[in-house]
């Protein structure tokens, strides 16, 4: 019997209620072979209990961390033990369409790519609703001096000036069937870690994923260090997932606030932000001030606002009014959540437990020819803090 070429790893993505949907849709709509590896990121007990039996009905691997983990170090709790030509990451949000992956999987064979990924919609229903069908980060000029290995802008190999991130995501909101008949598949500049395939000796050149990146920017960190390797990176507009926690999404589980309001708390972010200007020498524009000014915008939207619109005797001066005061209020309980954690992390001692541990993938083998350019640009994420370090406090 072959043996199947692919690894999916799922992980986290900010709650855990659509758990078994998920699971379901995967097995549901996967028929090409795979290997599946499941990372459970200290879920509720009754996610928990339902992971468990469904790693012993399907024959899975089920890697459960005690404590809560940023999704770069949950998909690198998955990667060490992949052992096939692919890996493919997905979130624990996703559905899937019929043959998702084997569009994957043949985009890659047949262009040579080194990183594949879907085109992604939007909550429901299902399929409808273009969120990313890939992007750019940078205007052309630039990006072309970037991809070439250069410093800065300027088009020189002296550091000079900073790059400017312009990111842009094509046709996000419009319903798929207006645009679909112009996607072909097509070299982006970038893609979402929401299912990405990406040849697992990749790794070797560039370590692990960078988990100084605990919430946010991650994908366009893999994407430019991909990038810098010369590597180019695929849409592949047949393979269709869509993640459910998109507006207009259910209210949120109360058993899921605890890990959402870490990881989308300020500290995280704002280090995410702060580790990717100082690795990628980038300039402090709009992009990044907007960013810092809109702290805890996802807290907001999906906590304050749905407690506010309960208070349906409140004219609208008055439900602004409360809105700010809770928005005060949850922030210094936001800074107090990180804190605990923190100090639970401190205390904590064991490791992360696999029901079947096989870890086979370096922790980090670079080769010695690797592009000089990769290894300047991670110089800095050396002496930058992980998810787990102190700067949260």
């Not at 909101?173 to 996607?183: E, R, S, T």
Request: with cysteine; aromatic share 12%; proline share 7%.
């Amino acid at each position: 019997m072959t043996q199947p070429q692919v690894t999916i790893v799922v992980v986290p993505r900010e709650r855990f209620q659509f758990t078994q949907k998920s699971l379901e849709s995967l097995y549901d709509n996967t028929q090409y072979p795979f290997y599946l590896i499941y990372v459970d990121n200290n879920s509720p007990d009754h996610i928990r209990a339902y992971l468990a039996a469904q790693a012993k009905a399907q024959s899975f691997e089920l890697v459960r961390s005690p404590h809560f983990l940023s999704p770069n170090q949950a998909r690198n709790a998955g990667l060490r033990r992949v052992t096939t030509p692919y890996v493919v990451f997905v979130d624990n949000d996703v559905v899937f369409s019929a043959g998702w992956l084997q569009a994957l999987v043949t985009c890659s064979q047949e262009t040579g790519a080194s990183v594949v990924g879907s085109l992604v919609c939007q909550y429901e229903p299902l399929h409808s609703i273009v969120h990313c069908i890939g992007g750019d980060y940078m205007e052309p000029a630039a990006y072309e001096n970037f991809a070439r290995g250069e410093k800065g802008p300027s088009g020189t190999l002296s550091e000079v000036g900073n790059w400017i991130i312009q990111e842009k995501t094509y046709a996000q909101n419009q319903p798929l069937a207006d645009v679909k008949d112009q996607l072909t598949r097509q070299k982006v500049g970038f893609i979402e870690f929401h299912a990405m395939l990406v040849k697992t000796s990749l790794f070797n050149r560039i370590g692990l994923l960078d988990e100084g990146f605990c919430c946010t920017k991650e994908y366009l960190d893999f994407c430019m260090t991909v990038t810098r390797l010369g590597e180019p990176i695929y849409l592949e507009p047949s393979s269709v997932v869509t993640f459910l926690t998109h507006p207009p999404a259910p209210p949120l589980s109360l058993s899921d606030l605890p890990y959402f309001m870490l990881r989308w708390s300020d500290a995280w972010e704002r280090a995410s932000l702060r580790h990717f200007q100082q690795k990628w020498n980038l300039a402090e524009s709009e992009y990044f001030q907007k960013r810092y000014r809109k702290l805890g915008q996802r807290r907001r939207k999906e906590l304050i606002k749905p407690l506010v619109s309960q208070f349906t005797f409140l004219n609208e001066p008055a439900q602004k009014w409360l809105e700010k005061r809770l928005v005060k209020i949850e922030k210094l309980f936001n800074r107090y959540l990180v804190r605990q954690y923190q100090l639970t992390l401190s205390h904590a001692n064991s490791p992360l437990i696999s029901s079947y541990p096989t870890p086979s993938f370096p922790e980090k083998s670079i080769q010695k020819k690797h592009l000089k350019a990769v290894l300047d640009a991670r110089q800095s994420a050396s002496s930058f803090p992980s998810p787990v370090d102190s700067v949260y406090l």
